[in-house]
């Protein structure tokens, strides 16, 4: 089975620090993706990778920023937590285009739900 | 630019029961697929049930399965013989169909709001 791991299910940050959300896949799976997600707006895109050190914005970048250093690992950051950055975050992997295997389907991590103060 | 649209935020179901949970899209594209996800309590989304655009015949998994009007542009989700362990948020997504995105290969999904379903013993 895929498994999506995000390192922190629940964090409490005060405004203006330097917060960093991890998840990891252990599918070699080419596209790796951060939602944000928020009642009532249901997921939206913050930033996706469709290969190693490759990263692409998506919906609502600002504030945000990644890494994706090794294949496996895709990390979210944020420069200078602000208030309205609480949230729950979720991460999802899929196999990239050229993969018999790609139906479309993402598979998600737990989510990490972030909190700033 | 494409939106999906969950019109009912929160539903609830008997036991056993059947619910349909509604959901519209918007898009000039021809082909593309429509998916429905589960999120339980606390727990990871997973994917429910996949429609690919082009194919007339709707999907079923298990108790699952949807109503695909293409004209309509509506996609909508049936559970039948609700069980408890059916409670959750579900959303439904869009996506285009892989040839219209450029390089990479990527899969980028539109969501809608959600709809939250309780399930009453």
């Known amino acids: 089975d895929v498994k999506v791991t995000q390192s922190s299910r629940y964090l409490v940050k005060r405004t203006g620090e330097k917060v960093f959300l991890e998840c990891v896949q252990d599918m070699d799976h080419e596209n790796m993706f951060w939602y944000r997600q928020d009642p009532g707006l249901g997921l939206r895109l913050i930033y996706f990778?469709?290969?190693?050190?490759?990263?692409e914005k998506g919906d609502i970048p600002e504030g945000y920023s990644v890494s994706r250093e090794k294949k496996e690992r895709f990390s979210l950051i944020l420069e200078s937590a602000s208030t309205n950055q609480t949230s729950m975050y979720l991460c999802?992997?899929?196999?990239?285009?050229?993969?018999?295997?790609?139906?479309?389907?993402?598979?998600f991590g737990e989510g990490s739900r972030l909190t700033v103060l | 630019a494409q939106t999906v649209t969950q019109s009912q935020p929160e539903m609830s179901v008997q036991e056993a029961e059947t619910v349909t949970l509604s959901c519209t899209y918007d898009t000039s594209e021809n082909n593309y697929y429509l998916f429905w996800y589960k999120q339980p309590p606390s727990r990871q989304m997973i994917l429910v049930i996949r429609?690919?655009?082009?194919?007339?015949q709707n999907a079923t998994e298990n108790r699952f399965s949807v109503n695909f009007q293409k004209a309509a542009k509506s996609f909508s989700l049936k559970i039948s013989d609700s069980q408890l362990g059916d409670t959750a948020m579900y959303f439904c997504?869009?996506?285009?169909?892989?040839?219209?995105?450029?390089?990479?290969?990527?899969?980028?999904?539109?969501f809608g709001a959600g709809t939250r379903l309780a399930v009453h013993p």
């Open positions: 997504a869009f996506m285009k169909p892989f040839r219209a995105m450029f390089s990479g290969g990527y899969n980028k999904l539109i």
């Open positions: 429609q690919e655009a082009y194919k007339q």
């Open positions: 990778s469709y290969d190693v050190k490759m990263k």
């Open positions: 999802a992997s899929s196999p990239g285009l050229a993969g018999a295997s790609n139906t479309g389907e993402l598979f």
